[in-house]
């Protein structure tokens, strides 16, 4: 498909290349959606084949962000950059900041924070040409680590998909199956092993696994996670794992956890809804990293109205599993319907005139 023909059939808005010879910056910039507020997203830096494939990435991903935030119930649009670099051996100040100055250009309608490949300290040099940055570290002034807010997001939807699963959103005694046990996992399983959860843990880490025994959990293989004897499976580390090869292993009636993109394709949703498990989606459960970042958007951060607002997925997880059990539909479906419906409600009302 040409481009603007993809950007026409998934309403993106505005794609931005950017070139800067001096510092070899080469760069894409997608905003997908402003209904809500300004497009929100990281920047990635990878050193991608192709500039189409950096550029179906960034559209990907962009529109990825509008839902996230807007079923969170945030006032941001979905935007998402990305630097075709290697983020070990092509990072530089010059580089970081030229981009910084592209986003500038943007004038507020782009705000950048970190993803794959870049970190805090690569923000504060992109802060160094513009205001339109999010998620400093906590020495800058920002609001710091987000897996801290997404481990909190995760045992929420936990406990409301433990609700509807168990009737009750105790977790206490359950057995949660974490694969991944880098930073996301380890702030969940604190929340989880204050309400004596019991967990099982795998990383192809062996560092992370360490980590975990340290804490006195349980570890098994990373090929033998799926088949866990569990209540709740929580993919904590990469996409694509809940797959026709990997659901018939499951023994759990939850699958909720922090990884991007678990379902490998929709027909996956439709596989776990048929055999009665209870799936939260993605994007609804992983998105305190968003909230958290968000409550820096208008000047100083503030902790406690991040954690309050991160607190609140465990009511849009509800709201989740109520439209999919009226509409009929798997959950992954239903979380885009709420995302969905709430931006075409907001745009219904733009045709109001507002005299500015
Ligand atoms: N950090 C955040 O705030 C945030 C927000 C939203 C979503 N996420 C998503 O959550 C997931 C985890 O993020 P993180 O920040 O904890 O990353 P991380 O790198 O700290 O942890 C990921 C862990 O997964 C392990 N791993 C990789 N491949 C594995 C495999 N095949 N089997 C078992 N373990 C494996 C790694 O060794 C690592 O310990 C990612 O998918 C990320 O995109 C993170």
């Keep these: 498909m040409e481009i603007l023909e993809q950007m026409g059939a998934e309403g993106h808005e505005q794609l931005v290349a950017v070139s800067d010879n001096s510092s070899g910056l080469k760069a894409i910039i997608a905003i997908h959606d402003t209904t809500l507020g300004p497009a929100c997203g990281g920047t990635r830096i990878w050193p991608y084949e192709s500039e189409q494939e950096a550029i179906w990435d960034a559209l990907r991903l962009s529109r990825a962000m509008t839902y996230k935030s807007a079923a969170a119930d945030l006032p941001l649009g979905g935007g ?4 075709i670099a290697d983020s070990h051996t092509g990072k530089t100040e010059a580089l970081l900041r030229a981009y910084g100055r592209f986003v500038d250009t943007l004038g507020g309608r782009y705000l950048t924070t970190t993803d794959v490949g870049s970190t805090g300290r690569d923000l ?8 339109y940055v999010v998620g400093l570290p906590t020495t800058a002034g920002g609001s ?13 939807g ?40 019991k ?3 795998t990383d192809v880490y062996e560092g992370a696994l360490d980590r975990a025994r340290d804490l006195g959990l349980a570890v098994v293989k990373p090929e ?65 990293g968003i909230i958290n970042v968000e409550s820096e958007v208008d000047g100083e951060y503030n902790a406690d109205r991040a954690r309050e607002k ?15 059990k009226r509409e009929e539909i798997p ?26």
């Design 80 to 83: 998402k950059g990305v630097i």
């Design 124 to 131: 504060e040099y992109v802060k160094q040409e513009t205001d």
């Design 144 to 156: 710091g680590d987000t897996s801290i807010m997404t481990g909190l997001g995760i045992y929420m």
């Design 158 to 197: 936990m406990k409301a998909c433990a609700k509807e699963a168990w009737g009750s959103d105790s977790l206490s005694g359950k057995t949660v199956a974490m694969q991944g046990f880098g930073k996301v996992a380890t702030f969940t399983a604190h929340h989880l092993m204050k309400e004596d959860a």
């Design 199 to 201: 967990l099982v843990v």
């Design 224 to 288: 033998d996670i799926y088949g866990v004897d569990c209540d709740i499976f929580a993919p904590c580390a990469l996409g694509g794992v809940i797959n026709p090869k990997t659901i018939p292993q499951l023994k759990c009636k939850v699958v909720a956890g922090g990884a991007n993109n678990q379902l490998l394709s929709d027909a996956d949703a439709d596989d776990l809804d048929r055999l009665g498990i209870v799936y939260a989606p993605d994007y609804i459960i992983n998105s305190g």
């Design 310 to 324: 991160t607190e609140r997925i465990y009511e849009i997880m509800e709201q989740v599993l109520a439209i999919a």
């Design 331 to 356: 959950s992954a479906k239903a979380a885009d319907r709420l995302a969905e419906d709430r931006l075409d409600s907001v745009r219904s009302i733009r045709r109001v005139y507002r005299h500015r």
